[in-house]
């Protein structure tokens, strides 16, 4: 059984960091990109930052600078480093693993952890 678990959020000032953690299982996890996802009430899902298999990084521009992704394949996490959070980073963060294989997309989702940045 395939599950993606994440921790880590909560209600910080404007300013803040918090550190977000998703702990995969099930899966062979060092094959796979794990993104950080957000959505707020009334918006898109959008792609924070991403992580490939090899190590390669991207992020959205509204975060660059101030997020940073990393994976440790040893302990199947993946964190998520958010410094000088700002009352628009507010939203509901959903981690993904993502690896496609001979034409098959294995494409696991978790519960999702709430953040919200107050002014």
């Known amino acids: 059984q395939v599950q993606l678990v994440e921790s880590g959020g909560g209600l910080v000032q404007a300013g803040g960091s918090l550190r977000l953690s998703c702990t995969a299982s099930?899966?062979?996890?060092?094959?796979?990109?794990v993104g950080w996802y957000r959505q707020a009430p009334g918006n898109q899902r959008e792609l924070v930052a991403i992580v490939s298999s090899g190590g390669d990084t991207r992020y959205t521009d509204s975060v660059k600078g101030r997020f940073t992704i990393s994976r440790d394949n040893a302990k199947n996490t993946v964190a998520l480093q958010m410094n000088s959070l700002k009352p628009e980073d507010t939203a509901v963060y959903y981690c993904n693993a993502k690896y496609d294989y001979l034409n098959r997309a294995y494409d696991y989702w978790g519960q999702g952890t709430q953040v919200t940045v107050s002014s």
């Open positions: 099930g899966i062979a996890f060092s094959r796979y990109a």
